[in-house]
C-alpha cells in the first residue's frame, strides 16, 4: 500500500513543481480545517439558520463563475502564477472577514467576496502547473496534484474536528488558521516562474472558441450536475447533515473526512490505471452510481442511528463515496486538457471551473433548504 502512495511522489518532475505542491499541501489543510465546519459555524456559533447559512455559503458561487473566467483569460495572457497569487491574497482577507460575521446578510456579503478567489485557484493553479512541465509529464503532475490536496484536506479535516469542539471560538480560530495558509501559498508560489508566456498572436482567442466545441460543453454540463448532487453536498453539507439529524460530534465528522481521505489516497491510482480502457462516460457512470449508494448509507444512519454508530455507518459511507470521486478525477480533468488547445488551455480550465462553482452554487443552496426543513 505504502508502494502505492509513495509512487506517487515522482522525483522526476521538476523542483518547481515540488514547491508548487508544498503550497498546494498547505492550502489544502487550511480547506479542509474550515469547508466541513463553514455551516456549523454560521449556524450553531452565530445562530444563522441552516437554510440561509447553506444559501449564504453557495452565494460565492456566482462571484466565482465569473472570476474563473477571468482568470482563465488572464492566466493565458500574464501568467498564472500572477493569477493565483492574486487569487490567494483575497482569499486572505476574505476569510478575515468571515469572523466578524454576526447577522445573515454579513454572511451573504462574505459569501459572495468569497468566491473572487476561489473562483480564480483553480484555472491558474492548474494551469501553472501545465506551464511548468512537459506535456508527456503532465498527467504525473496532476495525479500528484491530486493527491497532495486530499491529504491537506483530510489531515485538516481532524484537526479542525477538534479545534471546532470548542464552539464559537474553536471555530474563529480555524477561520484565522485558514487566512495564514492562503497567505502561506500566496508567498510559496511568487517564488516560481510565472508560467511560459505565449506568443502575443497566440492570445487573440476568446471563450466563443471554446463554446464551439460540444464534446466539451457535454461534458461541462455533465461536470455541473455531478458536483451539485455529488462533490457539493459531500463537502458542504455533510457535516451539518450528520450532525443535526443523527448527533454525530465534530471531532467524528474530522474523522469521517479522514477515512474520505486516505481512501482516495490509496485507491486514486489503482482506479485510475483500470479506468485505462473503458469508455470514459462509462467511468463517469459508475462514479455517479457509487455516490448514490454512498448517499444512501448517509440517510440509512441518519434515520435509523445517531452518535458513534451513526458515525461509524457515515465513515463507511465516505470510504465508498471516496471511491467515486477516484473515478471521477481520472476522467473529468485529464479531458479537459486533452481537448484543449494550447493557446486556450487557461480558458477551457476557466470552463469547467465555472461549471464546478455553477454545482457549489447550487447544491448547498438547494440542499442547505432541504436541511432547514
Known sequence: MWRRILAIFDPSLPRQVWLLQLGVLVNFLGNGMVAPFLILYLHYGRGIPLALAGSAVALGGITAVTSGLLAGTLSDRIGSRNVLVGAMLCNVIVYLLYTQVTVPWEAFVVGFLVGIGTGAYGPSSQNLIASLVPPERRQAAFAQNRITAVVGLGLGGVIGGLIAARGLSGYLLLLVLDAITFLTIAVVVSQLPAGRALPRAATGGSYALVLRD???LRLVGLNIAMVTGGIAPMLVLLPAFAKGQADVSEPAIGAIYAANT?????????????TRGHGRMFVLRLAAL?????WLICLAA???????????LIGAAAIVYATGECLYS?????????????????????????AWQTGFMIGPSVGGLVLGA
Do not use: C, D, S
Open 214 to 216: 460540444r464534446a466539451f
Open 262 to 274: 486516505l481512501t482516495i489516497v490509496v485507491a486514486q491510482l489503482p482506479l485510475t490505471r483500470l
Open 290 to 294: 457509487t455516490w448514490a449508494f454512498g
Open 302 to 312: 441518519g434515520v435509523w442511528l445517531a452518535g458513534n454508530v451513526a458515525a461509524l
Open 330 to 354: 481520472a476522467i473529468m480533468l485529464p479531458t479537459t486538457t486533452v481537448l484543449a488547445p494550447e493557446y486556450l488551455r487557461g480558458r477551457y480550465l476557466g470552463a469547467m471551473g465555472l
